[in-house]
Structure formats: C-alpha cells, structure tokens
C-alpha cells in the first residue's frame, strides 16, 4: 500500500485475476468516481462475474484506510481505478491427428486508489 501523506490516497492492488480485462473494465466504468457505499451497492447487484474481484479489492482498500489512517469507510470515494492487461496462461486443446492447438487464458492486474471526501 502506497499513501500521499498530504492527500491522503489509498491504495490497493490484486494481480493476475484470471478474467479478460476487457469485461473487467466494463464493471469498473461502473463504479468509477463514485463514494465507497455507492460503489459497494452498485457492485452487489451487478450480473457479472467481474464484480467479485472487485468488491474483494474495493473493500481490503476500505479496510486499509480504516485500520492505518483511522479513516471511516463512509468518507471515502474511488478516485483512480484501473484495470491492466496481465500475463497469459497458455494451455494446449487436443485435436485431430496429434496436433494441439494454443489456448491463451488472460489475466489482469486491477488497482483502486481511494481518496477522502473533500468537505
């Protein structure tokens, strides 16, 4: 965890989350810019499978600013999130006559930097 003594910035960081970053980002764009209980609603109710990793992640960071800064979890909002490409898992599929055809499996590194509500 990374902090900007001045500002305050929380931040949390999952890697090699076995899921396309492109679904991923369909989800953050959700919930990108929006208050911790906004963001926690929003990402309980979504259908995609995209939104456990998220929701893991968003509160570990919430649980990082309240247990090192004494921050209430109601006063903060996700001021940066990003979703990376990662590395591939690379497997083979069996096909006719010996040959094995290449499967890449993606993964991806999401970050989420909270922040504190301006008052």
Same mark, same amino acid.
């Given at each position: 965890?990374? /902090? #900007? *003594? ?5 931040? $949390? ?31 309980? &109710?979504?259908?995609?499978? $995209?939104?456990?990793?998220?929701? !893991? ?6 649980? #990082? $600013?309240?247990? #090192?800064?004494?921050?209430?979890? /109601?006063?903060? &909002?996700? #001021? ?6 990662? *590395? %591939?898992?690379?497997? %083979? !599929?069996?096909? $006719? ?9 993606? /993964?991806?590194?999401? /970050? ?8």
């Amino acid at each position: 965890m990374q /902090t #900007n *003594t001045s500002n305050k910035k929380i931040r $949390a960081v999952a890697k090699h989350i076995h899921m396309s970053p492109h679904k991923v980002r369909r989800v953050v764009s959700q919930i990108r810019g929006r208050s911790y209980e906004q963001a926690l609603m929003i990402l309980e &109710f979504m259908p995609y499978r $995209a939104c456990n990793p998220i929701l !893991q992640l968003l509160s570990s960071a919430a649980a #990082n $600013a309240n247990h #090192n800064f004494g921050l209430s979890k /109601t006063n903060l &909002f996700i #001021n940066e999130i990003q979703v990376d490409k990662g *590395t %591939f898992f690379k497997r %083979f !599929q069996p096909r $006719a006559q010996g040959r094995g055809y290449p499967i890449h499996k993606p /993964t991806c590194h999401i /970050t989420i930097v909270l922040n504190v509500i301006p008052k």
